[in-house]
Nanobody, 116 residues
């Protein structure tokens, strides 16, 4: 089972950028498509982006398309989320896990707060 640790969140003004990282333990990381998800206060966790095992295919939620970029480094067992042109509605706790079926233990996530 994969253990996942997210990092890189913080407080940023609208229009700013952040780069999130998700470090995974275990030798099977490169076998899985990996996704980023987020959960805002009072809302359910939602899909943000996914990248296939090789990194050659990606897909995004409509709300972040054109602003966020997902990437991965299988040698480092790490998946990234570059977030540009951030909006207050991007404020949430961000998580990573395999996609579509989460096989890792959900980490604590990393808080992203975007001020207007």
């Amino acid at each position: 089972q994969m253990q996942l640790v997210e990092s890189g969140g913080g407080l940023v003004q609208a229009g700013g950028s952040l780069r999130l990282s998700c470090a995974a333990s275990g030798r099977t990381f490169s076998s899985y498509a990996m996704g980023w998800f987020r959960q805002a206060p009072g809302k359910e966790r939602e899909f943000v982006a996914v990248i296939n095992w090789s990194g050659r295919s990606t897909n995004y939620a409509d709300s972040v398309k054109g602003r966020f970029t997902i990437s991965r480094d299988n040698a480092k067992n790490t998946v990234y989320l570059q977030m540009n042109s951030l909006k207050p509605e991007d404020t949430a706790v961000y998580y990573c896990n395999s996609h579509p079926k989460p096989v890792g233990s959900w980490g604590q996530g990393t808080q992203v707060t975007v001020s207007s």
